[in-house]
């Protein structure tokens, strides 16, 4: 079945730092997009990149896509304390009601 | 900018009472999602929604659960009977239409469901 996985499953990095997390998928897909979510509050939607891009920027987020190797990674530069949540890869589904797959996340902690 | 509402933000119920949790997608949009985020697990698809009917619907959603566009603004998930394993953060999604394969789903806040 598609779904995004992402690595690692937690990441504990000190402010200024680089994050960088990981995002595999198993099935073709039309787009690829990045989630952040703080505990227990809603998905706050970071980008959006389509299959035929390879790279997007978005302030101090950089996604890349390679859909041969079927992965894609999000960089976030000079990481703050407030970058401290969860990070989720999302694929579309190849089917009728393009529904969206999410992986289990990566954990981010980001200390001050 | 246009955004997908939901209310309430936050339901508390008894087990075996009955729930519906309540959508307002965006206005032109033709796709209808729920899906379900059980506390420190990943969002999982519930089912999607479109031309007044179910278009997909995962093993999450059985009998217990429908799905209802009762005027042209709403949309309601309902759970017949909760169970204690209901308690979850539901989202409620819309998708437009044009350029499908390169348009995000837009997530609404969440409605946190408690059954106790």
């Known amino acids: 079945s598609q779904q995004g996985e992402e690595d690692p499953q937690a990441l504990s990095i000190q402010e200024g730092e680089n994050a960088t997390m990981n995002c595999s998928y198993k099935?073709?897909?039309?787009?690829l997009q990045w989630y952040r979510q703080n505990s227990g509050r809603g998905l706050v939607h970071l980008i959006l990149?389509?299959?035929?891009?390879r790279e997007k920027h978005s302030g101090r987020l950089r996604v890349t896509l390679d859909t041969s190797k079927k992965s894609s990674s999000l960089l976030i530069t000079a990481s703050r304390a407030a970058d401290t949540a969860s990070y989720f890869c999302?694929?579309?589904?190849?089917?009728?009601?393009?529904?969206?797959?999410f992986g289990a996340g990566t954990r981010l902690f980001v200390k001050a | 900018e246009p955004e997908v509402t939901q209310t309430p933000s936050h339901q508390v119920t008894q087990m075996g009472q009955e729930v519906i949790l309540r959508c307002v997608p965006i206005?032109?949009?033709?796709?209808f999602y729920w899906y379900r985020q059980i506390l420190g697990q990943k969002v999982e698809f519930l089912v999607s929604?479109?031309?007044?009917?179910?278009?997909?619907k995962s093993e999450i959603f059985d009998d217990q659960f429908s799905v209802e566009r009762p005027d042209g603004s709403n949309f309601t998930l309902k759970i017949r009977s909760t169970k204690l394993e209901d308690s979850a953060m539901y989202f409620c999604?819309?998708?437009?239409?044009?350029?499908?394969?390169?348009?995000?789903?837009?997530f609404g806040p969440g409605t946190r469901l408690t059954v106790l």
């Open positions: 999302a694929t579309d589904a190849a089917t009728g009601g393009f529904k969206t797959i």
């Open positions: 099935t073709s897909i039309n787009n």
């Open positions: 990149i389509r299959s035929n891009e």
């Open positions: 206005s032109n949009h033709l796709y």
């Open positions: 929604f479109y031309n007044n009917e179910i278009s997909e």
């Open positions: 999604a819309s998708f437009g239409q044009g350029a499908f394969s390169y348009n995000e789903q837009f």
